[in-house]
């Protein structure tokens, strides 16, 4: 997909809206028997593309996967290294839409993104693509540790 003329995280609402809706047509194939909470992530790279991912969880429970990290993996697997934009969006099937919180991305989910952007990474937490929280990764994610640290 190279629909986004976005090449930065300058995103425009229509893009922001199609990211969102992107992670919520994923979500729909999320794996979590276990816990029920079925997540979806969107990201767009800076070449314009994006890739999605959703939760696979397993019976050995420490062995699942999130969305977010879904969704990367195949940016990655794809030659594309550069995240400009995420959305995310988890609940329960069962929660009534004026009851879904927002779903952000967990500690690690929040360490892995921090390798493939500058920070500026803009974070799109969403219940529906006009209802969404937006941040970007160096305010959920302060005093990082990052590729920079390893440098010499
Ligand atoms: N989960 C995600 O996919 N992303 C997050 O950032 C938070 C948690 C998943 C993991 C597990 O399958 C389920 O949500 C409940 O924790």
Redesign the pocket.
């Known amino acids: 997909m190279s629909d986004f003329k976005s090449r930065n995280n300058t995103l425009d609402e229509t893009e922001v809206q199609t990211l969102i809706r992107t992670a919520m047509s994923v979500r729909d194939k999320?794996y979590?028997p276990?816990?029920e909470?079925?997540?979806g992530?969107a990201i767009l790279c800076s070449d314009g593309r994006v890739f999605s991912g959703?939760?696979?969880?397993n019976a050995a429970y420490g062995a699942?996967?999130?969305?977010?990290?879904?969704a990367g993996m195949q940016a990655l697997a794809s030659g594309s290294q550069e995240f400009t934009a995420i959305a995310?969006v988890?609940w329960k099937d069962d929660t009534d839409e004026g009851d879904r919180g927002l779903?952000?991305?967990?500690g690690?989910?929040r360490q892995f993104l921090n390798e493939f952007t500058d920070g500026s990474l803009r974070v799109y937490v969403a219940r529906s693509p006009s209802d969404y929280d937006e941040n970007d990764l160096a305010s959920l994610l302060p005093h990082s540790f990052g590729p920079k640290n390893l440098e010499d």
């Open positions: 999320a979590a276990y816990s909470f079925k997540v992530a959703c939760n696979v969880e699942g996967i999130c969305a977010e990290r879904g995310v988890g779903s952000y991305p967990c690690i989910c």
